[in-house]
């Protein structure tokens, strides 16, 4: 079976893990079929329909940090995905969509490219981050 999503997924978190070697980036597996006992288990330990495929756990001065919501074209967000990424952009993160690797390799790069204003974080970054 062809699954076009996961394998971006797997493109980007490859690229940003070459690329960033000791920063965080995680894939959040909201999608898939599962039968109704393991979605129930699922459900109860909190797990949220619409919350985006990747985070990447670094600040810059504008944001808390970096969601992204893959997509394959023409697929869109769903409205679970809309309102859970207008909660996260109220409470501070980023959120983008990208349908290309290129589109994620230009979101990261642009918004890693944001120094910080928390002096105290850059000055810890510039010590145990090395890209």
């Not at 690797?101 to 850059?122: A, G, M, T």
């Amino acid at each position: 079976m062809h699954f076009p999503e996961d394998e971006l997924t797997v493109c980007c978190v490859r690229w940003f893990t070459l690329q960033y070697k000791n920063r965080v980036i995680w894939h959040t597996p909201n999608g898939g079929k599962r039968n109704a006992r393991e979605a129930g288990r699922l459900k109860a330990m909190g797990v949220l329909p619409g919350v985006p495929d990747l985070f990447i756990a670094e600040p810059n001065k504008y944001s808390h940090g970096l969601f992204v919501e893959l997509k394959i074209k023409p697929n869109k967000t769903t409205d679970k995905q809309k309102r859970v990424i207008a909660q996260l952009q109220t409470r501070g993160f980023t959120v983008e969509i990208c349908y290309t690797l290129q589109d994620f390799i230009k979101v990261v790069q642009n918004f890693l490219s944001l120094e910080s204003d928390n002096k105290e974080w850059d000055e810890k970054a510039k010590n145990s981050y090395i890209c």
